[in-house]
Structures are given as C-alpha cells and as structure tokens.
C-alpha cells in the first residue's frame, strides 16, 4: 500500500528517504573528520587515536602512535607507526564552514520525521476517531470550513472540530431558509456568525462570545470587516473582529462585503452605486445604475440601466475596457462570467479573459443551483449546462468539455468532484481519476472542504477523507 502511495503521487515521503540517506552520508563525513584514526603497526587493525591500545591485539597507543617490537630486526627497537595522514581536522573550523549545510540537514531530519512519522501512523487521514463518534450524535452535519463543522441536534446547530470536540454547544437557532435548511454561516476569519432570539452577533473557535447577538442583520466578516445594521442606536456600518463600529454608513441604504480594500454601496435616494474603501471614504462615487464587487483589482460597472453596456475599472475608476452583454460577474481565476439573455429568457453564460477576449462563447446555460447563478472556475474548471440543455459538463479554462462519463457532478472544490453514476456518488480528482468510487448515497451539493465531504449510506450521514476513509464504515 506505501508503494503504491508513492508510484500514485505520495512523493514527499520519498524524498524524506532520499534525505536521510544524504544526511546519514553528510553526518559519517563530519565524524570521520573529527575523529582521526590511525592504523595498528603489528595487526594493520583501523584504530581510534583516543584508544589506549589495539583492541584487536593490545599494541599500546602512545601520544597518538601505535608502537611495537621489530621483528625484522636484531635489536629491540620499536617500530612506530604514524597516525594516518591528516590525521585530524579542526573540528572548530570544519563545522564553522559548514554550518548552514548542516543546520538545513538537522531540518530536514526533524521535518522528515514529523513526515514520516504522519505518513505511518495517521495513514494520511483526517478522520480522528473522535470524530467517527462524533458523526453519529447528530441529526445534521455539514462541511468543515477552517477547520470546523456545523452540526444539528433536536434542532439546534452548533459546531464540532476535527477532533470531534462540540467546541460551540448546540444552542443556536437559525437556518437558511434554503433548501434541506442548510445554516447560513460558515467560520469566516476564525469567527463565524450566530443567531439567538432573531439578533445576530459572532463567536470564536473556542465558542466565545466576541460580538454579541444585538444586531439585526450581519454579514460575514471579509478582510477584518463585517457589515452590521439596527444595533445599538441604529448602527448601520461596518464593525471590526471586536465588535469596534469603525465605518458609518447611515447614508447608504446597501453595502457590500470587503474585496480589495473596496467595498459596493448603494443609495436608494441617488438610485446610483459606488465604492467605498476601509475609512469609509467614497473612492469610486455613486454614478453608476449597477456596480459589481472587485476582484483581483478589477470591477463591473454600469452607468445607463437601459444599456446593455458595462464597463471594467480598476481601483481607481479608470476604465479599462467595455463588453455588451446583460449580466457579468466579479473576475475568478482571471475570467469574467458573462450572459446574455436567449429566446426563452434564460441566460446563455460564457467567459472573457481581463482585456475582453472571449475565452468560452456564450452558449452555456447555468447549472442548476441554488441561486440560478452561473458558477465560478474552481480547480481550473466550471460546471455548466449543454447549449441544448440536455447535459452537465465541466469545461477548462479554454473551453474545452471534460468528463462527459457521469450522470452528474458536482462543482470542483479542495481539488475534488462529486460525480454520480448508476444512482451512488462518489468522487473524482483534476484528473477526472475516480478517487472515491461511487458507491455512496446522493446528497445536494456536497463538497470537499478542508479535506472532507459529507456523505451518507445505509441512512447514516459522516464524512469521508480524500483516500476513501469515512466515518460509517465498510460498505461490504
């Protein structure tokens, strides 16, 4: 099974091996050089110049020479044999010479230990015993997101970590009105948004109150700030992760999320949008009829509603260049999603690049999800419906169609697919490689994250890490 793993793309433990062999070599070097050894006159034995005679035939070592009778010679005179030549080295100025190499070495050791050591006997796994129980308490779970999980027990949803520990206690109220009632939130920036007796506020990782549950409405916190409205006083603004109201945005009836330092902001009285940055200040002022967020440096702008022309701009509101299309949304992985509206009323979506090349035409329907919307290129790819829309195809970054096998897929996410064939879901890799094979109950839009997916058999509901081990058990 380790051979495999390495021939199917394991290389780092490998290259731990590799290193241990160069540093065993390196290490036998340093000590030969700072032990001399000098050669037995009567036996020819390889001694230790701090031995006091040959082990092999007892010849004294005196001052650091072996010394012995002359047979060849009438006389008793002692024969003396030198130590070998260059005998010894400064053992002072030999490491000084090397003390990076040998630094890094040391490093190497210690991390290719720790490697190794994760390799044998975590079986590259995320899932901790704590956490196989930990599945089995709960009506709900859903996927982890830095490093935690929401969960639902008679109702109420909390969050557990990998370990399986309920860090925050079953104790919150609040579902997404969506479908299945998925909760709304997921950890953003280590703090992840709550609802007690319909008023939102924050908690940690730790289940800390850090913000408490006062406001009406927040949003999740995106580069150090979260918008927050009908707090104390009619708050509506921005608060920092401690609860700080920072920015004061009363004159603005909708506000954006952080994205490159900018923020969207909309007034209901001008009937006009613009940008915002993190003091507050109007960057980009309020001209345009529709504005879209920044990303990657970039925003979609739109100054007549009528027109069906939009207008990229930097940070600076410079314009960079203009594309006629109905919608567009923000640049993802170098792209713009464009669409313009078909015969039916649907939208048919493609992509262009960021100087306004068309990368994939627009003939592509969106896939079907929860908020009709086109999705964006994750893992080099994106899922889209046929031009006839009779099919699911994932398409790359140039447009090409790829894994046309499966009956449906899943969005690429932490470098994997849920893919459906014959009624199971399982999961495939970039490669279109079935790691997972498909064996498991379908569930709506699950995904990989931090490592796991949540999946379901025989009625039980768990996870299941990116080499197959779930939290249920054997399916045989």
């Known amino acids: 099974m380790v051979l495999n793993r390495i021939v199917g793309g394991d290389f780092f433990l490998a290259i731990v091996l590799l290193c241990y062999v160069f540093c ?50 009438n006389n008793d005179k002692l024969k003396i044999e030198e130590p070998l030549k260059n005998k010894r080295t400064n053992t002072t100025s030999f490491i000084g010479r090397h003390f990076f190499l040998y630094a890094a070495l040391i490093v190497v050791l210690v991390v290719g ?8 006997n975590n079986d590259n796994s995320s899932i901790s015993t704590g956490l196989i129980a930990a599945t089995h308490r709960y009506d709900e779970i859903r996927e982890f997101h830095e490093g935690m999980a929401a969960v ?23 579902v997404d009105e969506g479908l299945g009632g998925e909760p ?27 913000i408490p549950c006062k406001y009406g409405l927040v949003e999740d916190f995106s580069e150090g700030l979260a918008f927050a409205k009908n707090g104390d006083n009619g708050f509506v603004g921005y608060i920092d992760r401690l609860g ?18 900018f923020a969207t902001v909309y007034s209901v009285h001008q009937n006009r949008h613009g940008y915002i940055d993190k003091k507050g200040r109007e960057i980009v002022p309020l001209k345009y009829s529709n504005a879209i967020p920044f990303s990657e440096g970039l925003a979609a702008v739109k100054i007549d509603i009528y027109s069906d022309e939009w207008t990229i701009i930097d940070t600076k509101g410079n314009p960079i260049f203009s594309y ?19 015969g039916t009323n649907d939208i048919l979506w493609g992509f262009i690049d960021k100087t306004g090349r068309e990368v994939v035409p627009l003939k592509y329907y969106t896939y079907w999800n929860e908020g009709n919307e086109i999705e964006d290129f994750s893992n080099g790819f994106v899922r889209v419906w046929s031009e006839n ?9 140039k447009g090409n169609i790829r894994f ?17 064939r014959d009624g199971k879901l399982g999961f495939i890799d970039v490669t279109g490689k079935e790691i997972i094979p498909c064996k498991y109950t379908p569930i709506n839009n699950t995904y990989f994250s931090d490592g796991l997916a949540v999946i379901s058999l025989y009625g039980q509901i768990g996870f299941v890490d990116k080499y197959g081990k779930d939290t249920i058990g054997d399916v045989n």
């Open 324 to 342: 006629q299309c109905d919608e567009i949304k923000s640049c993802s992985n170098g792209m713009f999603a464009v669409g313009t509206y078909s």
């Open 152 to 174: 639902c027990k008679n109702g109420m949803w909390g969050y557990i970590d990998k370990q399986g520990k309920e860090c925050i206690p079953c104790i919150y109220n609040y």
């Open 404 to 420: 046309e096998e499966y009956e449906a897929m899943g969005p690429f996410s932490d470098g994997m697919a849920a893919v459906s």
């Open 24 to 73: 065993f070599y390196r290490f036998n070097r340093l000590i030969n050089a700072v032990m001399a050894l000098i050669k037995c006159s009567k036996c020819g034995n390889m001694v230790s110049d701090k031995a006091s005679s040959c082990p092999k035939c007892g010849t004294p070592i005196i001052n650091n020479k072996s010394y012995c009778k002359n047979a060849d010679t």
């Open 113 to 120: 230990f720790i490697g190794t050591w994760r390799f044998f």
């Open 184 to 210: 709304l939130r997921n950890f953003h920036e280590g703090l992840v948004a709550v609802c007690e007796n319909d008023k939102w506020g924050f908690v940690d990782k730790k289940g800390k109150q850090v």
């Open 389 to 397: 829309n009779s099919c699911c195809k994932f398409l790359d970054t």
């Open 244 to 261: 700080n109201q920072v920015i004061s945005c009363e004159e603005y009836n909708l506000c954006g999320s952080f994205c490159d330092g």
